[in-house]
């Protein structure tokens, strides 16, 4: 059964804690991302990979990080250095590079929703 | 000016009805196009892709774009109840390996 998996589902954060939120994906997808969404907002980019051992910065980076070791993951971690850092967390992944005509179609994981205690 | 602008609604439709999603962005060297619905609480669902200019359609759904006027659409014939979401309208800028997302259009679909 292919797909995104993301977790937790939910997770509270008490403040001045670091947590990582996990992405895995058994797609064979070589780019992965991170999003956060805000109550009805869109999308806000975060970090980035198109390549194991390698990523880059999105919109609004400061106060995560990111680490791609392996094609199949690209955990989060959200910093105490994010000061707002309560919203839903997406993950999703394109199966080459984006630009290239049917390759960069966009999959979504299931989403964390992470709540700031 | 946002890069990627839609009308946030709601739209509200009755049961049977074609709704219309609209959606305009800045980059006039964007390539690719997508239309995403998401129900609340529930991540993106990837629902059309168009990547040249005329319509595409896919069951109920119909996007059409027209890269002149900077524009893509969504055309959701004979709508249902359970067609009530939010769609997401995504652009690939021409130079960049990243999409960009409207706010997102509420659809309300009345029986």
């Known amino acids: 059964d292919g797909g995104i998996t993301q977790s937790p589902k939910y997770l509270f954060r008490k403040e001045g804690q670091n947590v990582t939120l996990s992405c895995e994906q058994n797609?064979?997808?070589?780019?992965m991302y991170w999003y956060r969404q805000d109550p009805g907002q869109g999308l806000r980019l975060i970090y980035y990979?198109?390549?194991?051992?390698?990523?880059q910065k999105g919109d609004i980076a400061e106060g995560y990080s990111v680490s791609r070791e392996k094609k199949e993951s690209f955990p989060l971690t959200v910093t105490s250095a994010q000061k707002n850092p309560t919203a839903f967390y997406l993950c999703?992944?394109?199966?080459?590079?984006?630009?290239?005509?049917?390759?960069?179609?966009?999959?979504f994981g299931p989403g964390t929703r992470l709540t700031v205690l | 000016q946002k890069e990627v602008e839609q009308n946030s609604g709601p739209l509200s439709v009755p049961e049977g009805a074609i709704a219309s999603l609209n959606c305009t962005y800045s980059?006039?060297?964007?390539?690719?196009f997508f239309w995403y619905r998401q129900y609340s609480g529930k991540s993106p669902e990837l629902i059309m892709s168009i990547y040249s200019n005329g319509d595409k359609e896919d069951g109920r759904f119909t996007a059409q774009l027209n890269k002149a006027s900077q524009y893509v659409s969504l055309l959701i014939r004979d709508s249902q109840p359970s067609d009530s979401a939010t769609y997401l309208c995504?652009?690939?800028?021409?130079?960049?390996?990243?999409?960009?997302f409207g706010g997102g259009t509420r659809v309300l679909v009345k029986p």
């Open positions: 980059d006039r060297g964007s390539q690719s």
């Open positions: 995504a652009v690939l800028k021409a130079a960049g390996n990243k999409l960009t």
């Open positions: 990979s198109q390549i194991v051992n390698d990523f």
């Open positions: 797609l064979n997808h070589d780019a």
């Open positions: 999703a992944s394109t199966r080459g590079l984006a630009g290239a005509s049917g390759n960069n179609e966009q999959f």
